[in-house]
C-alpha cells in the first residue's frame, strides 16, 4: 500500500474574508488575499486500504497521534472531504490519515488553512486525482469546500487571492507573485493560548446581525484592489495600511455581532500599539493583521525583522514569537509520518 | 467684592455623543444620555474684580494653583466663556477664578464635564445672570457654547439627556430621573493616566472620514430611546446592554476615522472581559462603557457595588477605581477656594 505524504502552509490574510455566501459552498463573501506563511506548515500522510473498515484521522498532540473525533466540527468537515474526494475516484477503499503541525500547536494560530489544504492535497493524490492536484485552479476549489475556505489561499506559494463568486466554478484561487517575489516577514506574537470562545464558524454565520457588515463590504473593494497593487509593486507602505484597516473592518464587524464576539485581549493591544509606535517614532515599516483570535501577525520586510522581533519579544505580554516568510504552496514530499 | 463658589459632577455618557453639527454652536450630532458622579466634581470660585487688569483662572495642579494657559485648546475655550458671559451683563470688570479638582487629577477621567459646567455656572451668578442659572434649559445651552457639550449634562443631577437640534435652541439638556430615581453605581477602573494621543476635539473634527459613522448615528437610534426607558423602568440589564453596545459603537468610528484614534490599552481589554466574565459566569449585572480615552467605566446597581470594585482592583492592570453614585448636579456652595 503507497504511502503519500503531502506538505502545506498556513497563511496571514491581508485582507480577510468573513462571511459567506452559499453556506455549503463555502464561497467567501469578498475578495480575499494572503501570505503563505514558512513555519506554519501541516504534514498530512495518507494510505489507502481496503483491508480497513473505517477511515482513520490521527492529528498529533503533544509526543502522540490521536484520533480526530467525528463529532467535532474540525472532524465532521474533515471525514466529509475524505467521502467527497473518495466518490470521484469510485472506490470503496478506506484510508488510514496521520497528521501534524510543524509549529506549536495550541498556538493559537489557525491550523484550518494548513490542515484542510494537506488534507485534501494528501486525498487528491491518493484517490488518483493527480490531474486535479498539479492544475491549481480545480484544486484550490477542491480545498474550499472542505469548510475553511482561507484554506484555498494554500496551495500556492507567496501571494495568493481567493476570489468569490456566484457559483462553485467562480470561486477559486489565484497567485499574485511566488514565493520569491518579494522578502516578506510574517512575525507572529504569541499573546494568548487559549480556546477562543467564538468559533470562525460561529463567526461567518452571524455576520449579518452587525449593522456594519453591509458597510465593510462596500468599504472594502478599493482596499481590495489596493493590496494586489501593493503586492505586486512591493510597496509596505501601501499593503501594511490597508492591512490594518482591515484588521479593525473585520473585528468592528465581530464586535457588532449579535451577540457579539471579543476576540482581543490585553497583549492584542499592546502588540498593536507597540507596532504603531515603531513605526511612528523609529520609521520602523511594520503592520499588525489580526485573524479570529488574540494573536498579533506583525507584517514587515526582511530587511527590518530581526529588529521588530527583538522588540516583539520585549513586550512582557507576548509569550513567543514565531518567525515567517512567504513559502512554498501545498506539495508532495517523500518523508512519511508512519 | 462677593465671591461665588460653584460644584458641578463630571459625568458618564451611556449613550455618548461623537461628531457636532454647526462647529461653533457645539450641537451634538445625536442625542446622548447621562449619569452624573458623585466622586468626580470641580469647585470653582470666582470674584469680579474692576481693578484687575485681565481674566485671571487658575488651576489646582498637586498642591498649588498654577493659571490656566489662554493658547490651550481647553485654555481658549474658558477665555471666551468669561468673554461671552461677560457681555451678557454689559459690564467690563475682570474675574479672578480658582477652580480645584475632588478628584485625583491626570487619573484621565474628562474632567471638561465638570469644569465647564462649574465655570459657566459660576460665571453665570457672578456677572448677575441668576434667572438663567435657574432656569436649567437655558443654563443647559449656556454651558454647551463653552466648547464641552458634554458638560451641558452635568447641570441636572442624576439621569440628563442632551438633545440634538437644528439651532441653538432647540439642542438643550432634560433631566430623565434625579440623583434619587435609581441606585446606579459608576465605578471608574483607571487603567492609564497618560495623556491621550488624539485629543476629543481632534475626534470630534474627523467623524465624517469614517465610513462607519453615518451608520452609527442611524443604529443607535433605537439605543437612545431603549436606554431612556431603560433608566425610566431602572432596568440594568437593557441599560448595560445599550450602554455597551454603544461605547463600542463609538470605538469602531474612532478606529475607523483617517488618521485612527486607538484609544484601548491592554488594560481597557483586560476590564473590559472581566466584566464580561464577571456576568457570564457569576450573573453578576456589571456592564462597561469607555469615553475617548482608556479607562472603563463599570456600571452596576448598588447591591453588587462591593463585590464587583473587588473584583476589579485585583485585576493587575488596574491601577485604582473611583466609586461614584448618581449626585446633585450643578448647584452654588458656600465654601469658597480663596
Known sequence: MKKITVKSP???????????TKLNLY????????MTLSNCQTITTIVRDPKLKEDIIEIQKGDKYSPLLKDTHKGKNAYDQINRIRKM?????????RSKNSFPSDAGIASSASGFSALTGALLLAFDQKKIFDDKKEFSKE????????????????????????SHDESYAIQIGDEKHWDLVDIVAIVSQEKKKTSTSQGHAAVDSSPYYKMRLIE??????????AIRK???RKLGAATEE???SLHIVMMTSKPPAYYWEPGTIAVMKSVIDCREQEGLQSYFSIDAGANVHVICEKKDAK????KLKKIPLVKSTIYNEPCEGTHEITKHLF
Open 246 to 248: 482591515d484588521t479593525i
Open 234 to 236: 512591493k510597496n509596505i
Open 89 to 97: 475516484s469510485k472506490s470503496k477503499d478506506k484510508v488510514h490519515i
Open 10 to 20: 498556513a497563511n496571514i490574510a491581508f485582507i480577510k474574508y468573513w462571511g459567506q
Open 27 to 34: 464561497i467567501p463573501r469578498n475578495n480575499n488575499i494572503s
Open 143 to 166: 480545498v474550499r469546500l472542505c469548510g475553511s475556505a482561507s484554506a484555498a489561499r494554500s496551495i500556492y506559494g507567496g501571494f495568493v487571492e481567493l476570489k468569490t463568486g456566484n
Open 307 to 310: 529588529e521588530i522581533e527583538k
Open 220 to 229: 472594502m473593494q478599493p482596499r481590495i484592489k489596493t493590496t494586489r497593487e
